[in-house]
């Protein structure tokens, strides 16, 4: 017990330490900061397939940006419901909205990585920024990651702030921020360009765009599952750095609406982000097992014995939690529930590498990759 206590305390003050070198996107109070400079021409790119539950409210959200030179292109990639019907009434003929239909995905390609390869060939910006369907942004968002881009910054990206639905999308989602800041060291994704130390979440992504051409764009990484994380590192073998921030002030991400969904986007994403890897995955479940689950066990022991001293690993991981939590604009009380969301974890661990071990498949958006 004394061991995990130790190391618990030295991954509180990891979290702490990470999540301070995350540089964080701001409100601001003096509306468009752009609106009598010159602004630079802003592309922004969305993908679309079957989106008709995000569409309207994906382009209002554009609509109220606090920004002038932009250009809006959607991609309807193959959309068999009532995407485009709802497309052409949400933009009302707005001429900063162009929309194309997608071609037929050719082997050996990833869907949406085809969709975001087919929209760089129509973005005429000096900065390339793609979204999801199912983000919204704040009206403030494209300056502020202007201002953010440093002069050698290629690609800026972060994890959105997640609106919570059903019982797995409150004990899973948010771990997304928890894996940036357990396992990401910041200091060398943010400073260095050392490929390994590489993060993104390809809902929001803003690339400068020689840096995205000199990394070879979408169709360097054609058939990744996980094209967020290998465009990233091809941007820092291009030479550029990337910066990863804390946008939960200015990117909302109604990432998945259903326990369903939370299952299967991430078992789509879980074995394949670690690289196929089974051995990496067995060592991360005995990792939370041993770390985050145990002092459950460490509490009831204590419980029984009254020897309350075994609460503190316990308490340590609520508090892990809890920080991930505030620094990331979530709910607070989740970090209750932290064992219960690692074990979780474990259990989508396993069945994403029983997918790729056995050959099943991984689906999502009625397609199957290998």
């Given at each position: 017990?004394?061991?995990?206590?130790?190391?618990?305390?030295?991954?509180?003050?990891?979290?702490?330490?990470?999540?301070?070198l995350?540089p964080?996107?701001?409100?601001?109070k003096?509306?468009?900061?752009h609106a009598n400079?010159?602004?630079p021409?802003?592309?922004?790119?969305?993908?679309?397939?079957n989106?008709?539950?995000?569409?309207?409210?994906?382009?209002d959200?554009?609509?109220?940006?606090?920004?002038?030179?932009?250009?809006?292109?959607?991609?309807?990639?193959?959309?068999t419901?009532?995407?485009?019907?709802?497309l052409?009434?949400?933009?009302?003929?707005?001429p900063?909205?162009?929309?194309?239909?997608?071609?037929?995905?050719p082997?050996?390609?990833?869907?949406?990585v085809?969709?975001?390869?087919?929209?760089s060939?129509?973005?005429?910006?000096?900065?390339?920024?793609?979204?999801?369907?199912?983000?919204?942004?704040e009206?403030?968002?494209v300056?502020e990651?202007?201002?953010?881009?440093?002069a050698?910054?290629?690609?800026?990206?972060?994890?959105?702030?997640y609106?919570?639905?059903?019982?797995?999308?409150?004990l899973?989602?948010?771990?997304?921020?928890?894996?940036?800041?357990?396992?990401?060291?910041?200091?060398?994704?943010?400073?260095?360009?050392?490929?390994?130390?590489?993060a993104?979440?390809?809902?929001?992504?803003?690339?400068?765009?020689?840096?995205y051409?000199?990394?070879?764009?979408?169709?360097a990484?054609?058939?990744?599952?996980?094209?967020?994380?290998?465009?990233?590192?091809?941007?820092?073998k291009?030479?550029?750095?990337?910066?990863?921030v804390?946008?939960?002030?200015?990117?909302?991400?109604?990432?998945?609406?259903?326990?369903?969904?939370?299952?299967n986007?991430?078992?789509?994403?879980?074995?394949p982000?670690?690289?196929?890897n089974?051995?990496?995955?067995?060592?991360?479940?005995?990792?939370?097992?041993?770390?985050f689950?145990?002092?459950?066990?460490?509490?009831?022991?204590?419980?029984?014995?009254?020897?309350?001293?075994?609460f503190i690993?316990?308490?340590l991981?609520?508090?892990?939690?809890?920080?991930i939590?505030?620094m990331?604009?979530?709910?607070?009380?989740?970090?209750l529930?932290?064992?219960?969301?690692?074990?979780?974890?474990?259990?989508?661990?396993?069945?994403?590498?029983?997918l790729?071990?056995?050959q099943?498949?991984?689906?999502?958006?009625?397609?199957?990759?290998?």
């Amino acid at each position: 017990m004394i061991i995990v206590m130790w190391i618990l305390v030295i991954i509180q003050v990891w979290v702490l330490f990470n999540g301070s070198l995350l540089p964080v996107m701001k409100h601001h109070k003096d509306g468009n900061r752009h609106a009598n400079i010159d602004q630079p021409l802003v592309s922004i790119l969305v993908p679309m397939r079957n989106e008709e539950r995000h569409a309207a409210d994906c382009i209002d959200s554009l609509k109220q940006l606090d920004y002038d030179a932009l250009q809006i292109v959607i991609i309807d990639d193959g959309s068999t419901d009532e995407t485009a019907t709802i497309l052409e009434e949400a933009i009302d003929q707005d001429p900063r909205f162009s929309v194309i239909k997608g071609t037929g995905l050719p082997e050996g390609w990833v869907g949406k990585v085809h969709a975001c390869h087919q929209l760089s060939k129509h973005a005429q910006g000096d900065y390339y920024l793609f979204v999801d369907a199912d983000v919204r942004l704040e009206p403030e968002t494209v300056q502020e990651s202007i201002s953010l881009m440093k002069a050698e910054t290629g690609l800026l990206s972060g994890f959105p702030n997640y609106p919570l639905k059903g019982i797995l999308g409150h004990l899973i989602v948010p771990l997304q921020h928890v894996i940036i800041h357990l396992h990401l060291p910041v200091m060398f994704a943010n400073f260095t360009k050392w490929p390994m130390a590489s993060a993104a979440h390809g809902a929001f992504m803003f690339f400068r765009k020689e840096a995205y051409l000199d990394a070879g764009g979408h169709e360097a990484v054609k058939q990744s599952l996980v094209e967020d994380v290998h465009i990233t590192r091809a941007i820092k073998k291009a030479g550029w750095n990337s910066l990863l921030v804390n946008p939960t002030r200015l990117v909302t991400c109604h990432m998945y609406e259903s326990n369903q969904e939370v299952w299967n986007g991430f078992s789509k994403n879980i074995y394949p982000g670690i690289g196929r890897n089974p051995i990496l995955a067995l060592l991360l479940v005995l990792f939370y097992a041993g770390t985050f689950v145990s002092p459950v066990f460490f509490a009831l022991h204590g419980l029984f014995t009254g020897l309350f001293v075994s609460f503190i690993p316990l308490l340590l991981t609520i508090s892990i939690k809890i920080s991930i939590d505030v620094m990331s604009r979530q709910k607070w009380w989740l970090g209750l529930f932290m064992p219960v969301s690692m074990l979780l974890l474990s259990a989508l661990i396993f069945y994403s590498m029983y997918l790729g071990l056995a050959q099943k498949g991984f689906t999502w958006k009625g397609r199957t990759y290998s």
